[in-house]
């Protein structure tokens, strides 16, 4: 199966029925797969937004093909990065609802917020954009 080099749309013969250019001969050359799909047949939009999953996001890190990708590095650090501000928030204001358990909404309402900006993070990298969030974004351009 040959894709176009022009457009990306699938291609049975040696033009393209989307824009009509010419691919040349079918399964050869770099035309016999899509644009930005690596070795692993993962695009880099969806190995960002996957990054926001912790562990996934370190494996991404460490697999070859990936920690090469600046954009799968930078989605990779950042959810790390939302994940340890997650996790020292999440310890302080448990210590705070402890000693005054009418902070127990507050707490709930942090988690749900993280929770939130981590699913918009995913959206956002499936959909090609770049979000930088305002304190760890900055640290994970530096890491990337």
């Keep these: 199966m040959a894709f176009c080099p022009n457009c990306g749309s699938q291609v049975d013969g040696n033009f393209c029925p989307k824009c009509g250019s010419s691919v040349g001969a079918v399964g050869t050359g ?27 996001g370190i494996i991404f890190l460490l697999l070859e093909p990936y920690n090469r990708k600046k954009l799968v590095r930078f989605h990779a650090f950042q959810g790390l990065f939302l994940l340890a501000a997650a996790i020292v928030l999440n310890i302080v204001t448990s210590i705070l ?9 507050f707490y709930s309402l942090i988690r749900l917020a993280f929770a939130v900006i981590g699913i918009y993070c995913m959206y956002k990298a499936y959909t090609g954009v770049k979000v930088v969030l305002p304190v760890i974004g900055p640290l994970a351009e530096k890491q990337a």
């Design 30 to 56: 770099p035309a016999s797969s899509p644009p930005g799909v690596g070795a692993s047949g993962i695009s880099d939009n969806v190995a960002g937004a996957l990054a926001y999953i912790p562990l996934i």
């Design 97 to 105: 609802t402890s000693i005054i358990f009418s902070l127990w909404i």
